[in-house]
């Protein structure tokens, strides 16, 4: 990361579509990061109304037309058909999007390529590949290296993943493909279920103690974005180069998808591409 204003998360709209980015991080070195909000798009009840997976059971018309909205509003629809998608599976995988693998997963209807099987964080260095996982309550990770070489990742951590640091793993494989060290990089966490909304069996609690020691551990419940941001830390990446958006996605349906207080929902996103 160069020298400058610290990186920070800023809400944008578009009518009624809303999400963050860092302007900044734009404006100097031509990466974008979004983190989207559930609001709108034109999917029913209970996906309403800016659902952007596959996967979840809302008309997949609707979805395709919510990834078209989102990437419009981003400046990216002239990217649309390159968008990048992943199978998740809740995994630890870190796979690397190349030329011919841009487009996966980019149309929700059927016919369209398939997602990258069985994966969770993604990352490319290829210009004008938008990479994008979707969320509703695990924790979005978005990250960016400016240089020797511009690229990004995208990762999704629930508690498998969390507890098997895809974070951290993928800020090492994303420095590699950037030709820096982790300390240059910049992590986005974005909204996530927070540890109040977040209980947790005893057992698998003490295998999370086990692996990252002490942790913010409460009552019974655990702060998964804590345990991401020590994965990142534990790979390279300080803490002042971590942004936190700060919402729970629990406490905050009105904004963002919940899996565990809706059951039957949507899914908002996490995107990043190099322009």
Do not use: K
């Amino acid at each position: 990361m160069t020298p400058g204003s610290p990186p920070s998360l800023a809400r944008c709209t578009d009518g009624d579509l809303a999400w963050h980015t860092d302007p900044a991080l734009l404006e100097r070195h031509g990466v974008l990061v979004a983190f989207s909000e559930r609001t709108g798009g034109m999917s029913a009840p209970p996906f309403a109304s800016l659902d952007l997976a596959a996967n979840a059971g809302d008309d997949p018309a609707a979805v395709d037309e919510n990834r078209d909205r989102l990437l419009a509003a981003l400046g990216l629809g002239a990217d649309r058909e390159r968008l990048t998608c992943a199978e998740q599976v809740h995994g630890a995988r870190v796979a690397e999007v190349t030329p011919s693998e841009a487009g996966s997963g980019a149309q929700a209807s059927p016919g369209g390529r398939p997602p990258m099987p069985a994966t969770d964080a993604i990352l490319t260095a290829q210009p004008h590949v938008p990479l994008l996982m979707c969320y509703a309550d695990c924790v979005p990770v978005v990250m960016a290296a400016t240089e020797p070489v511009r690229a990004v990742a995208v990762v999704h951590s629930g508690w498998r993943g969390s507890l098997a640091r895809i974070a951290g793993a993928a800020a090492t494989a994303l420095a590699e493909r950037a030709g820096c060290e982790t300390s240059g990089l910049v992590a986005y966490i974005g909204p996530y279920i927070c540890s109040e909304c977040y209980p947790m069996s005893g057992d698998l609690l003490w295998r999370f103690e086990a692996e990252f020691g002490t942790l913010p551990v409460a009552r019974g419940r655990l702060d998964l974005g804590a345990v991401v941001s020590g994965s990142l830390r534990d790979a390279g990446v300080p803490i002042e180069h971590q942004i936190q958006l700060g919402a729970c996605t629990a406490e905050c349906t009105d904004r963002f998808y919940s899996y565990r207080t809706e059951g039957v929902t949507g899914r908002h996103g996490a995107l990043a591409v190099v322009l």
